[in-house]
């Protein structure tokens, strides 16, 4: 098992919530391949591979409010 830091789980978590906000006309099946792009290219996909932190994400996203 992989131990994910607060600020790590803060970050993903921040990265779902704002995919939300910039994508309220995607469902989640549809915004993931952005966000595991936007995770590659992140300072934390050194240490955590997405699988290590998609379902973190994935609540993010689902706490996350659409932009109107």
Same mark, same amino acid.
């Given at each position: 098992?992989?131990?994910?830091?607060?600020?790590? $789980?803060?970050?993903a978590?921040?990265?779902?919530?704002?995919? $939300?906000?910039?994508?309220?006309?995607?469902d989640?099946?549809?915004?993931?391949?952005?966000?595991?792009?936007?995770?590659?290219?992140?300072?934390?996909?050194a240490?955590?591979?997405?699988?290590?932190?998609?379902?973190?994400? $994935?609540?993010?996203?689902? $706490?996350?409010?659409?932009?109107?």
């Open positions: 098992m992989v131990t994910i830091s607060e600020v790590e $789980r803060l970050y978590e921040m990265l779902g919530k704002v995919a $939300r906000a910039q994508l309220p006309h995607l989640w099946e549809e915004a993931e391949p952005h966000l595991i792009v936007g995770w590659k290219s992140g300072a934390h996909a240490n955590l591979q997405w699988s290590d932190v998609s379902e973190i994400v $994935r609540q993010g996203w689902e $706490r996350g409010e659409p932009s109107t």
